[in-house]
Protein backbone atom coordinates (compact mmCIF):
# COMPACT_ATOMS: atom_id res chain seq x y z
CA UNK A 1 0.00 0.00 0.00
CA UNK A 2 1.44 3.55 -0.71
CA UNK A 3 2.46 5.72 1.53
CA UNK A 4 1.94 9.70 1.74
CA UNK A 5 3.58 12.42 3.43
CA UNK A 6 1.49 15.39 5.11
CA UNK A 7 1.28 17.98 7.79
CA UNK A 8 -1.18 19.66 9.53
CA UNK A 9 0.15 22.15 11.25
CA UNK A 10 2.38 23.58 8.29
CA UNK A 11 5.82 22.53 10.40
CA UNK A 12 5.90 19.12 11.44
CA UNK A 13 5.78 15.81 8.10
CA UNK A 14 4.26 12.41 8.47
CA UNK A 15 3.67 9.65 6.71
CA UNK A 16 0.28 8.06 6.51
CA UNK A 17 -1.20 4.92 4.70
CA UNK A 18 -4.36 5.69 1.92
CA UNK A 19 -7.00 5.30 5.36
CA UNK A 20 -5.02 7.85 7.69
CA UNK A 21 -5.42 9.97 5.00
CA UNK A 22 -8.76 9.63 4.30
CA UNK A 23 -9.09 9.39 8.45
CA UNK A 24 -7.97 13.19 8.63
CA UNK A 25 -9.92 14.41 6.25
CA UNK A 26 -13.23 12.87 7.75
CA UNK A 27 -11.80 14.76 10.55
CA UNK A 28 -10.84 17.59 9.54
CA UNK A 29 -7.71 17.84 9.85
CA UNK A 30 -6.91 17.99 6.23
CA UNK A 31 -9.51 18.73 3.34
CA UNK A 32 -9.91 17.93 -0.38
CA UNK A 33 -7.22 20.88 -1.19
CA UNK A 34 -4.37 19.69 1.07
CA UNK A 35 -1.58 18.63 -1.13
CA UNK A 36 0.44 15.23 -0.05
CA UNK A 37 3.67 13.84 -1.40
CA UNK A 38 3.87 10.26 -2.76
CA UNK A 39 6.65 8.91 -1.08
CA UNK A 40 7.94 6.82 -3.66
CA UNK A 41 7.85 9.44 -6.50
CA UNK A 42 8.32 12.26 -4.18
CA UNK A 43 5.25 14.16 -6.03
CA UNK A 44 3.04 16.25 -4.40
CA UNK A 45 -0.75 16.37 -5.57
CA UNK A 46 -4.16 17.42 -4.21
CA UNK A 47 -6.19 14.72 -2.06
CA UNK A 48 -9.18 15.58 -4.65
CA UNK A 49 -6.75 13.84 -7.37
CA UNK A 50 -6.19 10.21 -6.02
CA UNK A 51 -9.18 8.06 -6.81
CA UNK A 52 -7.78 5.40 -4.12
CA UNK A 53 -8.36 8.17 -1.22
CA UNK A 54 -11.32 9.33 -1.85
CA UNK A 55 -13.05 5.75 -2.36
CA UNK A 56 -11.86 5.45 0.88
CA UNK A 57 -13.34 8.44 1.87
CA UNK A 58 -16.64 7.99 0.31
CA UNK A 59 -16.99 4.59 2.22
CA UNK A 60 -20.67 4.75 4.11
CA UNK A 61 -20.54 6.66 7.96
CA UNK A 62 -21.28 3.05 9.31
CA UNK A 63 -17.78 1.66 8.32
CA UNK A 64 -15.73 4.41 9.54
CA UNK A 65 -13.73 4.37 12.89
CA UNK A 66 -16.04 7.29 14.62
CA UNK A 67 -19.62 8.40 14.05
CA UNK A 68 -19.96 11.93 13.47
CA UNK A 69 -23.15 13.04 13.30
CA UNK A 70 -22.93 15.79 10.58
CA UNK A 71 -21.16 12.88 7.80
CA UNK A 72 -24.02 13.06 5.97
CA UNK A 73 -22.83 16.64 5.36
CA UNK A 74 -19.09 15.72 4.26
CA UNK A 75 -19.97 14.10 0.35
CA UNK A 76 -21.61 17.35 0.16
CA UNK A 77 -18.82 19.81 1.16
CA UNK A 78 -15.65 17.58 1.15
CA UNK A 79 -15.16 18.22 4.96
CA UNK A 80 -16.95 17.66 7.98
CA UNK A 81 -19.54 20.09 9.49
CA UNK A 82 -17.51 21.88 12.28
CA UNK A 83 -19.76 20.89 15.56
CA UNK A 84 -23.52 20.90 15.72
CA UNK A 85 -24.80 23.63 13.44
CA UNK A 86 -28.42 24.37 13.03
CA UNK A 87 -30.53 27.54 12.30
CA UNK A 88 -31.22 29.98 14.94
CA UNK A 89 -34.63 29.63 14.62
CA UNK A 90 -34.52 25.62 15.28
CA UNK A 91 -32.29 26.28 18.11
CA UNK A 92 -34.36 28.83 19.76
CA UNK A 93 -37.29 26.41 19.06
CA UNK A 94 -35.00 23.82 20.60
CA UNK A 95 -33.94 25.87 23.74
CA UNK A 96 -37.40 27.36 24.62
CA UNK A 97 -39.59 24.02 23.87
CA UNK A 98 -36.95 21.37 25.51
CA UNK A 99 -34.94 23.45 27.64
CA UNK A 100 -32.41 21.48 29.82
CA UNK A 101 -33.36 18.40 28.05
CA UNK A 102 -32.44 19.96 24.52
CA UNK A 103 -29.09 21.72 26.11
CA UNK A 104 -28.00 18.01 27.23
CA UNK A 105 -28.70 16.82 23.43
CA UNK A 106 -26.80 19.96 22.15
CA UNK A 107 -23.93 19.29 24.57
CA UNK A 108 -23.72 16.02 23.69
CA UNK A 109 -23.85 16.38 20.30
CA UNK A 110 -20.92 19.04 20.06
CA UNK A 111 -19.30 16.65 22.72
CA UNK A 112 -19.24 13.72 19.69
CA UNK A 113 -17.87 16.41 17.35
CA UNK A 114 -14.79 17.81 19.11
CA UNK A 115 -14.69 13.75 20.06
CA UNK A 116 -14.45 13.11 16.12
CA UNK A 117 -11.84 15.57 16.16
CA UNK A 118 -9.42 14.04 18.64
CA UNK A 119 -6.65 11.30 17.99
CA UNK A 120 -7.52 9.62 20.92
CA UNK A 121 -11.26 8.88 21.17
CA UNK A 122 -13.81 8.48 23.91
CA UNK A 123 -16.53 6.41 24.32
CA UNK A 124 -20.02 4.94 26.59
CA UNK A 125 -19.23 7.13 30.15
CA UNK A 126 -16.33 9.04 29.65
CA UNK A 127 -18.19 10.84 26.26
CA UNK A 128 -21.30 11.51 28.36
CA UNK A 129 -19.49 13.20 31.20
CA UNK A 130 -17.79 15.26 28.43
CA UNK A 131 -21.67 16.67 27.75
CA UNK A 132 -22.78 16.87 31.08
CA UNK A 133 -19.08 19.35 32.29
CA UNK A 134 -20.47 22.14 29.49
CA UNK A 135 -17.72 24.87 30.49
CA UNK A 136 -14.99 22.32 28.74
CA UNK A 137 -17.48 21.87 25.42
CA UNK A 138 -17.51 26.09 25.55
CA UNK A 139 -13.49 26.76 26.09
CA UNK A 140 -12.87 24.12 23.29
CA UNK A 141 -15.26 26.44 20.78
CA UNK A 142 -13.92 28.92 21.81
CA UNK A 143 -10.02 28.02 21.62
CA UNK A 144 -10.69 25.88 18.43
CA UNK A 145 -7.80 26.63 15.97
CA UNK A 146 -9.37 25.95 12.46
CA UNK A 147 -12.60 27.89 13.40
CA UNK A 148 -10.06 30.39 14.77
CA UNK A 149 -8.52 30.78 11.31
CA UNK A 150 -11.55 31.33 9.57
CA UNK A 151 -12.97 33.76 12.36
CA UNK A 152 -12.13 34.70 15.75
CA UNK A 153 -14.81 34.02 18.61
CA UNK A 154 -16.92 36.56 19.68
CA UNK A 155 -17.53 35.02 23.12
CA UNK A 156 -16.30 34.58 26.36
CA UNK A 157 -16.32 30.52 27.28
CA UNK A 158 -16.14 31.49 31.10
CA UNK A 159 -19.11 34.05 30.83
CA UNK A 160 -21.38 31.79 28.54
CA UNK A 161 -20.40 29.01 31.42
CA UNK A 162 -21.35 31.47 34.18
CA UNK A 163 -24.48 32.16 32.98
CA UNK A 164 -25.49 28.65 32.55
CA UNK A 165 -24.75 28.24 36.30
CA UNK A 166 -27.49 30.74 37.42
CA UNK A 167 -29.45 28.80 35.15
CA UNK A 168 -28.69 25.83 37.31
CA UNK A 169 -28.88 27.50 40.14
CA UNK A 170 -31.81 29.79 40.43
CA UNK A 171 -34.71 27.43 40.43
CA UNK A 172 -32.65 25.58 43.69
CA UNK A 173 -32.51 28.79 45.62
CA UNK A 174 -36.47 29.35 44.67
CA UNK A 175 -37.17 25.99 46.17
CA UNK A 176 -34.86 26.89 48.87
CA UNK A 177 -36.51 29.92 49.91
CA UNK A 178 -40.28 28.43 49.23
CA UNK A 179 -41.04 29.70 45.98
CA UNK A 180 -41.46 26.94 43.84
CA UNK A 181 -45.16 26.45 44.76
CA UNK A 182 -46.77 28.33 42.30
CA UNK A 183 -49.82 27.77 40.21
CA UNK A 184 -48.88 26.05 36.61
CA UNK A 185 -50.25 28.80 34.60
CA UNK A 186 -47.77 31.12 36.75
CA UNK A 187 -44.81 28.37 37.17
CA UNK A 188 -45.02 27.81 33.15
CA UNK A 189 -44.29 32.03 32.79
CA UNK A 190 -41.51 31.41 35.04
CA UNK A 191 -40.23 28.35 33.50
CA UNK A 192 -40.66 30.06 30.13
CA UNK A 193 -38.26 32.87 31.42
CA UNK A 194 -35.37 30.52 32.84
CA UNK A 195 -34.91 29.44 29.26
CA UNK A 196 -35.12 32.65 27.25
CA UNK A 197 -32.24 32.85 29.87
CA UNK A 198 -31.04 29.53 28.36
CA UNK A 199 -31.38 31.23 24.79
CA UNK A 200 -29.46 34.19 25.40
CA UNK A 201 -26.84 32.74 27.20
CA UNK A 202 -25.48 30.01 24.47
CA UNK A 203 -27.09 32.57 21.44
CA UNK A 204 -23.60 33.52 20.38
CA UNK A 205 -21.90 30.11 20.69
CA UNK A 206 -24.46 29.35 18.13
CA UNK A 207 -24.60 31.90 16.14
CA UNK A 208 -20.56 31.54 15.77
CA UNK A 209 -20.47 28.05 15.31
CA UNK A 210 -22.93 28.49 12.13
CA UNK A 211 -21.02 31.70 11.07
CA UNK A 212 -17.71 29.87 10.94
CA UNK A 213 -19.47 27.14 8.50
CA UNK A 214 -21.34 29.59 6.28
CA UNK A 215 -17.33 31.06 5.79
CA UNK A 216 -15.97 27.44 4.58
CA UNK A 217 -19.59 26.46 2.74
CA UNK A 218 -20.88 23.97 5.18
CA UNK A 219 -24.65 23.10 5.31
CA UNK A 220 -26.39 22.89 8.27
CA UNK A 221 -25.83 19.70 10.64
CA UNK A 222 -28.84 17.07 10.65
CA UNK A 223 -30.72 18.14 13.24
CA UNK A 224 -30.75 14.35 14.14
CA UNK A 225 -33.49 11.99 16.12
CA UNK A 226 -33.34 13.39 19.02
CA UNK A 227 -34.44 16.79 18.72
CA UNK A 228 -37.31 16.31 16.96
CA UNK A 229 -38.35 13.78 20.11
CA UNK A 230 -37.50 16.01 22.84
CA UNK A 231 -39.27 18.87 20.58
CA UNK A 232 -42.38 16.44 20.59
CA UNK A 233 -42.72 15.19 24.04
CA UNK A 234 -42.17 18.54 25.46
CA UNK A 235 -44.97 20.26 23.34
CA UNK A 236 -47.13 17.14 24.29
CA UNK A 237 -46.77 18.04 27.76
CA UNK A 238 -47.31 21.04 27.68
CA UNK A 239 -50.46 21.03 25.74
CA UNK A 240 -52.08 18.59 27.98
CA UNK A 241 -51.15 21.05 30.82
CA UNK A 242 -52.51 24.08 29.63
CA UNK A 243 -55.56 22.13 28.46
CA UNK A 244 -56.16 20.35 31.83
CA UNK A 245 -55.97 17.17 30.86
CA UNK A 246 -54.08 15.27 33.68
CA UNK A 247 -54.65 12.36 35.80
CA UNK A 248 -55.05 14.66 38.91
CA UNK A 249 -57.93 16.98 37.48
CA UNK A 250 -59.43 13.82 36.32
CA UNK A 251 -59.76 12.14 39.57
CA UNK A 252 -60.58 15.09 41.24
CA UNK A 253 -63.43 15.73 39.15
CA UNK A 254 -64.93 12.37 39.58
CA UNK A 255 -64.02 12.33 43.52
CA UNK A 256 -66.46 15.21 43.53
CA UNK A 257 -69.24 14.20 43.26
CA UNK A 258 -69.15 11.50 45.79
CA UNK A 259 -67.91 13.59 48.65
CA UNK A 260 -70.93 15.70 47.74
CA UNK A 261 -73.30 12.48 47.81
CA UNK A 262 -71.94 11.17 51.40
CA UNK A 263 -72.15 15.22 52.83
CA UNK A 264 -75.49 14.77 51.51
CA UNK A 265 -76.34 11.12 53.09
CA UNK A 266 -74.78 12.69 56.85
CA UNK A 267 -76.87 15.58 56.88
CA UNK A 268 -79.72 13.30 56.06
CA UNK A 269 -78.88 10.99 59.02
CA UNK A 270 -78.70 14.28 61.45
CA UNK A 271 -81.00 16.63 60.61
Request: proline share 4%; glycine share 6%; with cysteine.
Amino acid sequence: MKKYGYTTDGINYEIGSEKQIADLVLRGMLNLDSTIQDTQTLLWCKVRDLPSIKHEIEKPAINLSFHEPSMDNFLVTGQLTLYYSIPIAVFVIGMLVGGEYFLLYWLFRNALAINASQKKKKKGLTLLLNSIMFWRTFEHIERDARMNEIERASFSATSVSRKIWIFIAAPLVLGYLGLNTLPYHLDLIVDTLFYCWLVYSILPVQKYINSVNQKIGNPYSSRGFGYYFIVAVMLMLILLSLSGINRSSIFKAKALPEVQHIQDEELNLYP
